[in-house]
């Protein structure tokens, strides 16, 4: 079974362009998960999307969005880059978390440097 | 609000003795609890979690963690450390429906020869 796929693998923009991350969850998963893992602050969370809605977001600023698609795959935007926003940006996937088996399960992560 | 505490940001251990990495959380309701994995440079590894039932959860790769409700405690146990284990490890909690799983800030595990 392939697992959580994340695209790009590395990207690098300059202040106050725009990022886009993509994230493909594991087959039979309604649920997305993103994170943002600046070095030395730990997993801060982001957004939660379950089917095809935002459930819950984390204390970033309007312009951290996102979406998620009828295939469940979703994509983190990030826009009016600024340099503290260079972290490695996880995803993850589960089931719903109506089903009781809502373990999240990650990807390895798309590093974000901004120059 | 939820919370969770790793209280050492660094634990070391000689290779072949037990080791703990110690979690403390805060929830409103029943918890449901995890421990991860991270290799540098990689993405987290799902080791194991907590929804209900027996207190002694046992997870992969040897580990297991054992939840105490009056202590409000997770804390991760192997009874022999390799120095594969040498990693960093977040302990997470979320209460039920769609509250957020909050992680802890992380404690690196050093595993000496």
């Known amino acids: 079974e392939a697992g959580v796929t994340q695209s790009p693998t590395h990207l690098i923009k300059t202040r106050g362009q725009q990022a886009t991350l993509r994230c493909s969850p594991i087959?039979?998963?309604?649920?997305v998960y993103w994170y943002q893992q600046a070095l030395g602050l730990g997993l801060q969370f982001l957004l939660w999307y379950d089917e095809g809605e935002e459930r819950n977001r984390g204390n970033f600023p309007p312009r951290f969005s996102g979406r998620q698609f009828p295939n469940y795959s979703s994509e983190l935007n990030v826009n009016a880059l600024e340099l503290e926003d260079s972290a490695l940006y996880l995803c993850?996937?589960?089931?719903?978390?109506?089903?009781?088996?809502?373990?999240?399960?990650f990807g390895p992560g798309t590093r974000l440097t901004v120059l | 609000a939820q919370s969770v505490a790793q209280p050492e940001d660094q634990v070391n251990v000689a290779e072949g003795n037990p080791l703990t990495v110690k979690c403390t959380y805060s929830?409103?309701?029943?918890?449901?609890l995890f421990w991860y994995v991270q290799y540098p440079n990689r993405g987290l590894q799902f080791l194991l979690k907590y929804i209900t039932g027996d207190n002694l959860v046992k997870g992969s790769y040897g580990f297991e963690a054992e939840f105490n409700k009056s202590q409000t405690s997770f804390h991760l146990k192997k009874p022999s450390a390799l120095v594969s284990d040498s990693a960093l490890y977040f302990c997470a909690v979320r209460g039920g429906g769609y509250q957020k799983v909050t992680f802890g800030t992380g404690t690196k595990l050093q595993v000496i020869p």
């Open positions: 993850a996937s589960s089931h719903g978390p109506g089903a009781g088996t809502d373990t999240q399960y």
């Open positions: 087959s039979g998963h309604t649920s």
């Open positions: 929830v409103s309701g029943n918890p449901y």
